[in-house]
């Protein structure tokens, strides 16, 4: 087995509580995001682009359509002799075997493999955010600043500070603080939950933490600060560019609406930095003499007879005629009956929404959600979240 | 049928007429409906029919076609089980290359003779259609037929060039004309013909020993008598693109929400080579209507009645109509373009007004800058 300078390992086991009805039967990493992709495209995409040919994924919860979408790792260029995807569900060793306890704790469990390729870094990161990015920069800036570990961050509005882990640095990038979702921040600098480490000191920390009663066994919370107690160099990799997490539904539309922009940063037409994704092979979209289509983004298979304005579309959507859809997001294979109005929604894979139905409300911020495969006759029992 | 029929796609001497769109390509990899390639069809019809062995038989600028096809992986050919072959003609003899495909049969018979599997399937690329070939074999076996020749009866003039072919009563084909022939009939030949791999040896080995070499006027024809070649009617979609009025008049034909369902989808998927284009993007103040899209575009102005491949962009004012726009056509704002082709990579810089004919669209060659 030959050496890899870096490994990645990819934590895609969340459930994704927040996102409700649509990760009831899947993870959340194999979320439907932008037209024709899921949202562990974009990480396994950016490893494409920064060389990493080995990647182990760490799936645990409803794993079943991950894996099946992942496969060999093909439409990432991951189907490789030497090194290449595998996929690392929890397992059962001598001593019996327990589901992976926390971040920390999933990649303590894989040792193993990490130590097949002997590396000299491991890169861990997480098939949640929306976000492109060249891991061997940073891996560069890791090496100049000989670090033992390096996080990604980015600037982050004041207001939602409170949700990420927040950094303090000093003028060379080093972190001189780190709390996790702190109440009352006091830096804008969040981690991206993008860690590159440099192999021996993690290895270490994972087995101190592995011991340690009183650990949650997350990255974040216990390993990232007993680093920072025992005076290791952490550093802080300034990344710019766009970067979401897409953790629930108000922030899943929100990430697709971005898309919509036409100056947004997360160019997806970049020839040079394609996302990759599994080929649906549908035909091209059938835009009919009754369609009316505005701002929006579309995917093969569709046909489209009703009007679409600011929409996201994925493939296989069937829209009727007198349908309106806006601001919208519309998974794969969906139909919308004849006459039908969407309006700040997200509707499920292969849901069907019946003639006439009105969803959402064109005057109101909610946004509702239909499940998948849900079969709509009324707009009772759907699921509406309020906008924050 | 699973394992019992090798299938070829022979691009020996197929005839064509697409002028500037087949000078550096050949008729097999013309792009065709938005994302696909012409040999897509047929190709995508063998493995959705079970066939899981399949040769093409190259003959001249093939560059594009093994580009296209590489290993084989987009339409599940890679398999230790499967295989697609890729067979450009055998010889060192410069002159032998134009001689008829029985002779490149020849050439390749080991192709023939290493596999175990009794019946063989040889189509050409350039019959746009979606068929079920396990539904051949059967009525070949039913008839007790020697040679089934898969045939289209149509009511209308097909739009490009095929044989008529002429049956009796029971199916069986009394007569076959060349392409250019005037025999009446409204049955014409798809160029599918399904026969046991040893008769169709038999018959490559005794044409030759005559001094014939062409599969379909030599071997099939002039024994019409002698062997029983029953015609099989296919009912669902079919396209016949080898002029350029044929490959316009066929792309404008799939402008059909029903023939869209159908040929794409009915009773299998027709695949290609995937390209990892992003969805295509309807800006602010764009309008389409009665078109077909594909993934990568970007559309600022107005598309009416037309096939935009994949990656092309539209500019604001520009307005694309009856037109066929492939792979990343740039369209510059304030232009104008009615019954166009423009093949891939064509720059059509602003304020351009183009017009073709509808019988006689303007051609763009590929990578021309207007």
Redo the contacts between chains.
């Keep these: 087995m030959g050496r890899k300078e870096m490994v990645a390992m990819l934590l895609a086991g969340g459930e994704g509580k927040r996102l409700g009805v649509l990760t009831k039967d899947l993870a959340k990493p194999a979320v439907y995001f ?3 992709y899921r949202i562990i495209d974009f990480t396994l995409s950016n490893c494409a682009h920064s060389g990493i040919d080995t990647v182990g994924v760490l799936t645990q919860y409803q794993p079943l359509e991950l894996n099946r979408y992942l496969g060999i790792g ?2 990432w260029g991951l189907d490789r002799r030497d090194g290449g995807m595998a996929i690392l569900p929890p397992f059962v060793k001598q001593k019996g075997g327990v589901w992976y306890k926390g971040t920390a704790n999933a990649i303590y469990q894989n040792m193993g493999f990490i130590e097949r390729y002997d590396p000299e870094y491991v890169l861990i990161i997480s098939g949640d955010h929306i976000y492109k990015m060249d891991y061997d920069l940073m891996l560069q800036h890791h090496k100049r600043s000989r670090a033992d570990v390096t996080i990604a961050g980015i600037q982050v509005d004041w207001k939602e500070a409170s949700r990420f882990g927040v950094m303090h640095v000093d003028d060379e990038d080093r972190i001189t603080a780190f709390e996790e979702k702190p109440k009352n921040p006091t830096s804008n600098i969040a981690s991206m939950g993008v860690y590159i480490f440099t192999w021996k000191a993690l290895q270490k920390y994972l087995i101190y933490d592995e011991g340690n009663r009183n650990s949650t066994h997350d990255f974040g919370k216990d390993l990232i600060p007993a680093m920072m107690r025992d005076g290791l160099r952490l550093h802080s990799y300034p990344f710019k560019g766009y970067w979401k997490d897409v953790g629930t539904i108000e922030s899943l539309w929100e990430a697709n609406m971005d898309l919509l922009d ?1 100056s947004s940063p997360l160019n ?2 970049d020839p040079s930095w ?4 599994v ?1 649906p ?9 009754t ?10 298979g569709c ?1 489209l007879q009703g009007k ?1 304005d600011s929409s ?2 994925f493939y296989g959507v069937t829209a009727e005629r007198g349908s309106i859809i806006k601001e919208s997001v519309v998974m794969p294979n969906v139909v919308i009956g004849a006459g039908a109005q969407i309006y700040r929604a997200i509707i499920g894979e292969g849901a069907v929404i019946q003639a006439g139905v009105v969803i959402g409300d064109p005057d109101d911020d909610a946004i509702t959600v239909v499940a998948v495969e849900q079969y709509v006759t009324s707009d009772h029992d759907l699921l509406e979240v309020e906008q924050p | 049928m699973k394992h019992n029929v090798l299938g070829v796609i022979n691009l020996i001497h197929e005839s064509d007429e697409l002028e500037a769109l087949t000078q550096g390509r050949c008729l097999a990899t013309v792009p065709f409906g938005a994302r696909y390639r012409l040999i897509d069809f047929v190709l995508s019809s063998m493995v959705g029919s079970g066939i899981s062995k399949v040769a093409v038989f190259a003959h001249t600028k093939y560059r594009s076609l093994m580009d296209h096809l590489g290993s084989g992986k987009h339409w599940d050919l890679q398999h230790r089980q499967s295989g697609l072959f890729i067979l450009p003609p055998a010889t060192d003899n410069i002159q032998e290359i134009s001689r008829g495909d029985l002779y490149h049969f020849y050439q390749h018979r080991d192709y023939f003779n290493r596999s175990n599997l009794d019946y063989v399937v040889i189509t050409r690329s350039h019959m746009v259609c979606n068929i079920d070939f396990e539904k051949v074999l059967a009525f070949h076996v039913e008839k007790g037929a020697d040679i089934t020749v898969v045939c289209k009866q149509h009511d209308e003039e097909l739009a490009g060039k095929a044989r008529k072919v002429k049956m009796d009563e029971d199916g069986r084909i009394t007569a076959i004309q060349d392409h250019y022939g005037r025999m009446l009939s409204d049955v014409s030949s798809m160029e599918m013909y399904i026969m046991r791999k040893d008769l169709l040896m038999e018959l490559v080995e005794t044409s030759l020993a005559q001094g014939q070499d062409h599969l379909v006027r030599h071997a099939i024809f002039s024994r019409l008598d002698a062997l029983n070649v029953y015609a099989y009617m296919y009912e669902g979609y079919l396209g016949v693109v080898n002029t350029l009025a044929s490959y316009y008049a066929n792309n404008k034909r799939l402008l059909d929400p029903d023939v869209w369902r159908q040929l794409f989808y009915q009773p299998g998927p027709i695949f290609t080579k995937g390209k990892d284009e992003p969805p295509a993007r309807y800006c602010e103040g764009s309008s389409v209507t009665n078109s077909l899209i594909a993934n990568g575009c970007r559309i600022e102005g107005t598309v009416i009645n037309s096939v935009i491949f994949r990656g092309v962009h539209v500019e604001r004012g520009a307005v694309v109509k009856d037109s066929i726009v492939m792979q990343n056509g740039h369209i510059g704002s304030g232009s104008s373009i009615q019954y166009g082709i423009l093949d891939k990579d064509v720059v059509i810089e602003s304020n351009r007004d183009i017009r073709g004919a509808e019988s006689l669209p303007f051609l763009a060659a590929k990578r021309k800058v207007i």
């Design positions: 932008g037209g024709k093909t439409p036409d997806l037409h394609r996302i990759y994704s080929s092979n549908r035909p091209a979209q059938f835009v009919s003499e369609a009316e289509l505005s701002s929006s983004i579309v995917t093969e046909m679409i996201v579309l």
